[in-house]
């Protein structure tokens, strides 16, 4: 059985009771249809925004952004990717995908790598982003995750993936 307690614009709080193995048990879900993530690299530089995320302030990550309801999550590739840097891609290739807070969140993140890119158009923020793009060196963003300096999921997750995957690392 479930109960919705909160429908937001971005997520909606619902309280299950299930049965798990014969036993009843209630969660509290988060429910959130996804999000996609990029990772575009031009001339060895990895293209960050630094953008402000309450509580924390700012952090630097991979563009990315929710997809619309009914987007499937490359087309929100595409969107994000131009719409926080200003940038284009020819194409999207999957990397990974992930469940950020598995266990009481239902959000899967699709993480991107671009190819083909080029500056098109200036940013085009929703009201409530505040960002800036920041390039920097692949070599240099593995490090500040390494040290702690970048602490977002999705950059830690497809950065880690696409070293392993191309062994730059």
């Known amino acids: 059985m479930k109960k919705k ?23 509290e879900i988060i429910e959130h249809g996804g ?37 499937n999550p490359r087309t929100c590739a595409f969107r994000e990717l ?16 992930y469940y950020p807070s598995i266990g009481y969140n239902t959000e ?6 671009a190819s083909g890119i080029k500056k098109s158009s200036k940013l085009k923020l929703d009201e409530d982003e505040i960002l800036s793009v920041v390039k920097i060196d692949f070599k240099k963003v593995v490090k500040m995750i390494l040290s702690g300096k970048i ?11 696409y070293s392993m995957k191309k062994k730059l690392v």
């Open 5 to 27: 307690i909160y429908d937001g614009k971005v997520l909606s709080l619902s309280l299950y009771d299930v049965s798990i193995n014969k036993r009843k048990v209630r969660r």
């Open 108 to 113: 899967v993140i699709h993480c991107f790598v």
């Open 35 to 71: 999000a996609a993530a990029m990772l575009a690299i031009e001339k060895g530089k990895v293209i960050l925004v630094k953008q402000h995320r309450f509580p924390l302030g700012y952090v630097l990550e991979i563009p990315a952004g929710t997809c619309n309801k009914g987007e």
């Open 151 to 161: 602490v977002d999921s999705k950059t830690i997750c497809a950065v880690l993936a």
């Open 82 to 97: 131009k719409e926080e840097t200003g940038y284009e891609a020819k194409k999207m290739i999957s990397l990974i995908k």
